[in-house]
């Protein structure tokens, strides 16, 4: 599919920037966000049809945190949280700016025993965005003899291997599903969240982290595809990636074909984007740096391209393959295993749908108490499935273009 017009991407936009008074907080003070606190709300809202091609009217992409997040004399852990708190509000203020009336929800949950809280914001029904969500979660907790066995075990060479072990996870995750076919899914969410994760020895609990990494990515799903669309998302994360290291883009746009493979229906989620995890070889310093560069361009690489199709006028057939596609979405999450549900219980001789691909779900979803809402925020509000659909297999047609390319990954940028 052709596009008459061109979008550049916005200036680059880089790490928040130094000179911001660093505040001393103590760690119970940075679990506790004031549960009052509001979403902001944009000027110029009420006229959110008036959005032009001019990058000037748009609205702010760069998070303001309260804190220098260059000031390494502030906790990492404190400093993630700033940013993802920053990150989250920035977000949903300038998805906002498209809808006349709709806003984000929010919903505060604070952790027993300062372990944490989250902060779920989810827009539902809007003329642009039939769902959009952005969350965040922070969580002080222990992992299971269990699931410290399936982590990396040179991080451990140090642990006792019969001790409970302290861990510290902050991310913020997003997925915004337009009602418009021609304006893509995004997401990063769940595993696929921009996030920091810390584990302490039980026996130094005030002491430095004995293991620590970083993870992130973001992906785009059209239903169909515009070259310009997909070369402006690649392009603004390749540039986020080469501040850092120009192996990176390469390395981690790979990883995210891999990572959204649909083993059942041998095809790539959508055209991919960044994803890495596990990342800790470097300096915290310069990875944090990197982590803030790669979701500070998440706005730049997303915005431009729901301006540019929220309006676009299409046909009843080009919803229903919107809805089939979002059918194959769903089904990322969600494949047929037997014996096993992802409760645990066991189930003999029939099916049980279990969270298995997404390893981030999985992990969300076996955690004490699981804030199910919030981990399968996700998931479209509508989708469809067909047996043998039409749609897609004719030569020729926009919808059997976006099939080769989901099947057989190409390079954007």
Known sequence: MSDQDQVKPPSPVTAASKGVAAVALDDDSAFKPSPTSGIPTQNGNEAAHE????????????????????DASIPMRLRMIHHIKSLQTTICSALETFEPTARFQSSYYLRDASKGFGDSRVLQGGETFEKAGCSISVIKSTLSVASVHQMRAERFDWWDGVSELPYFVAGCSCVIHPSNPHAPTTHFNNLYTYRYFEITNPAEPNGPPKAWWF???????????????????????????????TAYYPAFKKWC???????????VRGIGGIFFD?????????????????SNAFLPSYYPIIQRRRLQPFTEEEKKWQQLRRGHYVEF?????PSTSVWG????????????????????????????????M????????????????????PEKRLMDV??????WV
């Open 51 to 70: 959005i032009t091609e001019d990058p000037s009217t748009w609205p702010p992409f760069l998070p303001t945190p309260g804190a220098d997040l260059d």
């Open 215 to 245: 993870g992130g990515g973001t992906d785009l799903t059209p239903s169909y595809l515009y070259d310009n669309d997909a070369k402006l998302f690649h392009q603004c994360f390749k540039d986020a990636c080469d501040k850092h290291d």
């Open 257 to 267: 074909d891999k990572y959204f493979y649909i083993p059942h229906r041998h095809e």
């Open 278 to 294: 596990d990342l800790a070889d470097g300096s915290p310093e310069d990875l944090f740096r990197f982590i803030r560069d790669c």
């Open 333 to 337: 999450n969600v494949r047929s295993s």
């Open 345 to 376: 219980a066991e189930v003999d001789r029939r099916l049980a749908f279990q969270i298995m691909i997404d390893r981030g779900t999985k992990f969300g979803l076996q955690m004490k108490d699981p804030r199910t809402e919030s981990i399968l």
């Open 378 to 397: 996700s998931l479209p509000l509508t989708a469809r499935w067909e047996y043998q659909p039409e749609q897609g297999t004719i030569e020729g047609t």
């Open 406 to 411: 989901v099947q057989n990954p190409i390079e």
